[in-house]
């Protein structure tokens, strides 16, 4: 099938599983930001969980189907329609050439994924097609882009294996996020430690795919500087301000700034979905818990 691009903002990509064995090379993740989403549109065609799909952030975006297929949404509810009906996120469909898929503004959450049968092709760099703009990395040509007016988007053409329907993420309201404890918690005073465990966070309007800053209580932290380190996907950054900062998919490589933690995937997932302004909760949690909270949502993608 194909899909051509008649509208889109800035905020469109197509994106993977991410990047990795490069950090080392100072390359980032990315990926998509809502994974849980991700594995969900693709489950519900019968492809790999992590194939390609569209990434579409706050809406603004439309397609046109340049020959009949199926596809699959999942994630936020962004106003989507096909020929002017409305379509729920959740759910595989038919697309006839010449309908339009249009998406508008959010209703609910932040981001939402588009899958095609067996994935969307776009060429592999580094390993990935993921696209982080700021290193020029992925994209449907490679380079970085994100998807512009005039793209062309096919799938592979293989034949889905189409299942019902996926769940609705968890957006808005109190969305507690469960933590892991970090290498830096002891340096944090007893108040702050309270206060970030007990109190609620906002959610800044200075967000995007590398990070999301947390509004609240000032945290302070007896560690005045350290030696950078690598910071991995959710943690749980603490810069002067006192305002954490949680690094999402295309953050840097290494971080020089104390952490409280990390968040759980699934943590990371819902955050990924909160819009500005939207209140959030942290929650610490042992690794253990967290390891076996992850095994079990991995399961749900191996049945039948």
């Known amino acids: 099938m194909s899909l051509l691009v008649e509208r889109s903002g800035a905020l469109a990509s197509l994106q993977d599983g991410g990047r990795f064995g490069v950090r080392h090379l100072g390359v ?6 809502d994974w849980c989403s991700h594995y969900w549109a693709n489950w519900l065609l019968g492809n790999p969980l992590t ?5 579409i952030v706050l809406g603004n975006f439309e397609l046109l189907a340049e020959h009949d297929g199926y596809l699959a949404l999942t994630g936020a509810d962004l106003g989507a329609s096909l020929d002017g009906q409305a379509l729920a996120p959740g759910c595989s469909f038919p697309i006839a050439k010449g309908q339009r898929l249009r998406f508008a503004q959010p209703h609910r959450g932040v981001r939402a994924y588009l899958a095609a049968p067996g994935g969307f092709r776009a060429p592999a760099t580094l390993g990935s097609c993921a696209t982080v703009p700021r290193e020029a990395l992925g994209g449907l040509q490679g380079d970085g882009r994100p998807l512009a007016v005039g793209d062309r988007l096919h799938g592979q053409q293989v034949e889905p294996h189409i299942r019902r329907t996926a769940p609705i993420p968890e957006t808005g309201g109190n969305t507690e996020l469960p933590v892991v404890l970090g290498a830096q918690i002891g340096d944090f005073s007893g108040q702050s430690l309270f206060d970030a465990f007990n109190c609620e966070w906002r959610v800044d309007q200075r967000a995007d795919r590398m990070g999301i800053r947390l ?7 007896a560690r005045q500087s ?14 002067s301000d006192g305002q954490p ?3 999402l998919n295309d953050r840097q490589t290494i971080g020089g700034y104390p952490r409280l933690g990390a968040l759980t995937p699934l943590a990371v997932a819902r955050l990924a979905q909160c819009l500005p302004g939207d209140r959030v909760r942290l929650r610490p949690v042992a690794l253990e818990a967290a390891q076996r909270q992850q095994r079990e949502l991995l399961a749900q993608w191996q049945t039948p």
């Open 28 to 33: 980032t993740q990315g990926g998509s930001a």
């Open 245 to 247: 900062i949680v690094l």
């Open 51 to 55: 194939a390609p799909v569209i990434e």
């Open 215 to 221: 509004c609240g209580p000032v945290l302070q932290c």
């Open 226 to 239: 350290m030696v950078s380190e690598g910071v991995p996907l959710g943690a749980i950054q603490v810069p």
